[in-house]
């Protein structure tokens, strides 16, 4: 909101002055608020001058553009810190402690924004694979046991990361498997039987 201008100031105060009006009437008449003009004729009293007071800047920054640089090299590092163990490796790296929400406002003002995570096996490697398939083709069937993935969760992935404005944020996960059941079947005697039928 702009401040009142001085030419209003002073006409605000010099119709109370007169005497004429209680503060409140001058309030309606103006259509300013009666604490104003009590801070208005206070202030005339103890300084004679009726100028608004500027802007006095507010508190000054905790993070000098170092600890930016910093953050912003760590969140790039490890995009899915959470804000908890950033405000922890700070403290303990850099010897500044500051609340979550000023480092949010940090991150923010970096374009660091935070996205849902798009969570791709580390498998996934079309290169890797077809060199995988083509060696598999060569292996002997009897020669193959087989692992039960049921179990697998990726409960423990983080969900969310951080990245600059406009770029997406991945991550390829190695499911954690709770379990691990081998199931050695005899294909050989399998495929025995079954030509035995023929």
């Known amino acids: 909101m702009q401040a009142y201008s001085i030419d209003f100031r002073q006409k605000v105060v010099s119709a109370y ?15 300013v608020s009666p604490s104003f003009i009590k801070k208005m004729l206070a202030r005339k009293r103890s300084t004679g001058d009726l100028k608004p007071i500027g802007h006095r ?15 912003l090299k760590t969140v790039l590092a490890e995009p899915d810190i959470t804000l908890a163990d950033l405000q922890e490796r700070l ?12 480092l949010s406002r940090e991150l923010r003002a970096l374009n660091l924004r935070r996205k849902k995570k798009s969570v791709v096996a580390r498998e996934r490697n079309k290169r ?17 046991r087989f692992l ?6 990726t409960v423990l992935t983080r969900l969310y990361a ?8 991945t991550e390829a996960v190695f499911p954690e498997l709770r ?13 025995s039987r079954g030509n035995d039928d023929d």
């Open 179 to 191: 379990r691990l059941d081998f199931d050695d079947c005899d294909f050989g005697s399998q495929r």
């Open 128 to 144: 890797k694979r077809a060199w995988h398939w083509r060696r598999m083709s060569r292996l002997s069937h009897q020669r193959l």
């Open 17 to 31: 002055e007169n005497g004429l009006e209680t503060i409140i009437e001058v309030a309606e008449r103006f259509e």
């Open 162 to 169: 951080r990245a600059i404005g406009g770029a997406r944020t």
């Open 91 to 102: 403290e303990r790296e850099k010897g500044i402690s500051v609340s979550v929400p000023t």
């Open 57 to 71: 800047g507010g508190q000054k920054k905790r993070l000098s553009d170092e600890h930016r640089k910093w953050l």
């Open 148 to 153: 039960d993935e049921a179990g697998a969760t």
